[in-house]
Every structure is written in C-alpha cells, then in structure tokens.
C-alpha cells in the first residue's frame, strides 16, 4: 500500500510536471506564431518598399533616357549649325572676295 501510495503520488507529480512543460511548450509555439506573423508583416512591408523604388527607378531611368535623347539631339543641332555657320562664313568670304575682284577689273 505505502508502495502504491508512493507510485501514485509520483505519478501526480509527473503528470504535473508534464503539463507544466506542455504549457511552456504552448507558450513557446504561440511566441513563435507571432514571431513568424511579425515577420510576415515586415517581409511584405519591404517588399511593397522595394517595388515602390523600383517604379521610381524606372521613372527616373526613363527620365535619364529623354535627357540624352534631348542631348543628342541638341549636339546634332549645335553640329548642323557650326556646318551651316561655316558654309555661311565661307560663302560669305567668296562673295566678298568676289566683290573686291570685281571693283578691281573695274
């Protein structure tokens, strides 16, 4: 009898125990739930941060893309203008010199 009064008070202790630790264990899986949610949350925060900076890359990319565009044409302008300029100069010189031939013979 006292053995059996032993055994089962042994065996309320272990049980317990055993809850005692299953309820850590419960707490534990309910940290880790929330955890895991926090980290959820923050993965889709970031990830919406993310495509928000890669939209405004992009803007700025094709931004960058009409700024060149814009200065080549610029530079083919400032290009056909010295062309231009200098068939002026030159057509402008033969006329004078043209001029000056012609007051000479005459």
Same mark, same amino acid.
């Given at each position: 009898v006292t053995q059996i009064s032993a055994d089962l008070s +042994? +065996?309320?202790a272990l049980q317990s125990e055993a809850g005692a630790v299953a309820d #850590?264990?419960?707490r534990s899986r309910e940290r880790l739930k929330q955890a895991s949610r926090r980290s959820r949350r923050q993965c889709k925060i970031?990830?919406?941060t993310l495509r928000s900076q890669a939209q405004l890359v992009q803007k700025d990319m094709n931004q960058a893309k009409r700024m060149l565009d814009l200065a080549g044409k610029c530079k083919q302008g400032a290009s056909f203008l010295q062309k231009t300029g200098s068939s002026r100069s030159s057509v402008? #010189?033969?006329h004078?010199?043209?001029q000056r031939l012609g007051s000479a013979l005459a």
């Open positions: +042994n +065996n309320v #850590r264990e419960e970031q990830i919406l402008q #010189r033969l004078d010199s043209g």
